[in-house]
């Protein structure tokens, strides 16, 4: 009785369920409808239609596993699943953690950017044309950190690593806020 209930434990009612096959994704299965009749779904039809061509002794698993497939569904599935895409190259953890360091970077910056724009003592200027370009000025200031990660790792993206580092460290040297570093 213990061991039941165990085993009860580890499995989900409905686990022996054919059609939730994790191998047969994407292939016909009969279903069961509600009336009480079987659905066959276009896999399983093709799959009992035709017998399974053997792979080779020296096929990995998966190999096997596609070749025994006949070659309409096999096809079928190539074209239902659209376009290839190709997958990415994972970043390096190192890579990670530098482009972390440069967004703190300049994440810093703008607050030094945005200190340095709500001081006392800047002077805008009287007419309302130069105090307009004096606080778009302030505000672009502000954002440039962000920007400038944002469009370097958007431009770079399918470039080499030292390209996007190389252009990290222009805009650390670019936009370094003088006026909160001199204390003006």
Known sequence: MTEQRDDDALSWAGDDDPTLD?????ERRRTAAPSGQTLETPAASARLDK????????????????????????????????????EREQMSSVMLVTLGIFGGVFLLYSVGWLISAFRPDAAPPSDAVGRF???LGQGLAVAAGPVWMAATLWLTRGGKPLVRI?????GVLLILPWPFLRGV
């Not at 994790?22 to 994407?26: K, L, N, V």
């Open 22 to 26: 994790p191998s047969a994704s994407g």
């Open 51 to 86: 017998p399974a061509t053997p792979a080779p002794a020296s096929a990995t698993p998966v190999e096997a596993e596609t070749r025994s497939e006949p070659d309409e569904v096999a096809a079928a599935d190539r074209t239902s699943a659209g376009p290839v895409v190709a």
């Open 133 to 135: 370009m004096f606080d």
């Open 166 to 170: 190389a252009m990290l460290l222009l």
